[in-house]
C-alpha cells in the first residue's frame, strides 16, 4: 500500500470528482440563476435593513450567537469508509498523517464558510461596531483559530473510548 498521505489524496479526490458532478447538475437546472437574483435582491434589500434597524439592536449579540454556532458545529471529515475499520486497524498507529490531513481539510472548508458569514455580516459590522477593517480580519483569525481548537478537540473526544 502506498503511504497514507497518498490514501488520504485519493479518497479526497474521488469524493470531489461525485461532488463535482452534482454541482455541475445543480448548475444546470438554473439554480444558479436564482441564487445570483437572491445576490442582487439581497444586497439591495440589505442595504435598506441597516437603515431600518435601530441603533440599540443588539449587533453584538447576534453576532455571537451566530458565530458560536457556526464555531461549535461541524465535523472533521476523514473519508474513511466502512472496510478500513477491518483493514486499517493494524496501520492504526501509522495513520496521523491521513488524520492530520483530515483535520486540515476539514479545517479549511469550515473556514470557508466562516468567511462566507462574516462577509454577509461585515456591513452590519462595519455600520454598528467598527469601520475597521482590521479590526473584522482580527475577529475572523480569531474565530478561525477558535475552528481549528473545537475540531481538534471533537476529533480526539470521539477516538476516545468510554
Not at 491521513?98 to 456591513?123: G, Q, R
Request: aromatic content about 22%; some cysteine; charged content about 20%.
Amino acid at each position: 500500500m502506498k503511504t497514507e498521505l497518498d490514501l488520504w489524496k485519493k479518497r479526497r479526490n474521488e469524493y470531489w470528482k461525485i461532488a463535482l458532478k452534482y454541482f455541475s447538475y445543480i448548475a444546470n437546472s438554473g439554480f444558479m440563476f436564482a441564487i445570483f437574483l437572491l445576490l442582487v435582491f439581497g444586497g439591495y434589500y440589505y442595504g435598506q435593513l441597516l437603515d431600518w434597524l435601530p441603533h440599540s439592536f443588539p449587533t453584538v449579540l447576534l453576532f455571537t450567537i451566530v458565530f458560536s454556532w457556526f464555531i461549535t458545529r461541524g465535523r472533521v471529515r476523514t473519508f474513511v469508509k466502512e472496510g478500513d475499520l477491518f483493514f486499517l486497524t493494524p496501520r492504526e498507529g501509522k495513520m496521523a498523517p491521513y488524520f492530520k490531513a483530515s483535520l486540515t481539510y476539514s479545517w479549511l472548508m469550515e473556514t470557508l464558510w466562516l468567511s462566507a458569514v462574516i462577509l454577509i455580516f461585515a456591513p452590519l459590522f462595519f455600520d454598528r461596531i467598527s469601520e475597521s477593517g482590521s479590526s473584522l480580519l482580527a475577529i475572523f483569525l480569531f474565530l478561525s483559530g477558535l475552528k481549528w481548537w473545537n475540531l481538534a478537540c471533537s476529533f480526539e473526544e470521539q477516538r476516545i473510548q468510554d
